[in-house]
């Protein structure tokens, strides 16, 4: 039985299968696979090919999202605010507010049995916690084909957690963003 090496394959027909899947992304067909007997590259006498060029990326317009500013000082008040900037400046369906043990202080466009993990997810990360340089404040959870993001804050009266469900996990500026409006939300409650 003979083994076919790639000085079998035919050059012409390579790039005409290349042309054809690539039509719709290229106008110009991309040359992967050069002829026998072709220059080589670095070859005396001869110029190195040009590579082909790089489609632009496409840049994604980045919205400045307002800081939250508290302006009551009633506690139900300044979670629901919470929630309704998490809900406007974020990619999400639904957010939450809980405590460390899992009880649902606002909310809305998420589950109750979604809610209810926040406790022994809070408490499964006391340990990762104790390990130097973690920071385990913040982070992603798969549920089901949605994915929960979160943000942690420590007060003297426990932890509480600012959640989101989305399609995708949330940015690391987002994250930053959303562990800013908790503090500001927790702050003199």
Do not use: Y
Not at 121 to 127: K, Q
Not at 179 to 188: I, M, P, S, V, Y
Request: glycine fraction near 8%; charged fraction near 20%; charge should be neutral.
């Amino acid at each position: 039985m003979t083994v076919r090496s790639v000085s079998w394959t035919d050059a012409q027909r390579v790039t005409s299968l290349l042309a054809r899947v690539t039509a719709t992304r290229s106008r110009e067909p991309a040359t992967l696979v050069t002829a026998m007997g072709a220059a080589r590259a670095g070859a005396p006498g001869k110029a190195a090919p040009v590579p082909a060029k790089a489609a632009p990326k496409e840049v994604k317009e980045v919205k400045e999202v307002p800081r939250l500013v508290q302006t009551s000082d009633n506690p139900a008040d300044r979670l629901d605010a919470l929630v309704a900037w998490t809900l406007d400046h974020h990619p999400c369906v639904g957010a939450f507010v809980a405590d460390d043990n899992g009880l649902t202080l606002a909310a809305h466009g998420i589950s109750e049995a979604h809610v209810s993990l926040v406790g022994p997810l809070l408490s499964a990360l006391v340990g990762v916690r104790s390990i130097p340089g973690v920071d385990a404040t913040a982070g992603a959870l798969w549920l089901g084909a949605q994915m929960m993001s979160w943000v942690e804050a420590r007060t003297t009266r426990g932890g509480f957690c600012l959640g989101t469900v989305g399609d995708e996990a949330l940015s690391t500026r987002s994250f930053e963003q959303l562990k800013e409006a908790l503090a500001t939300t927790l702050r003199g409650l």
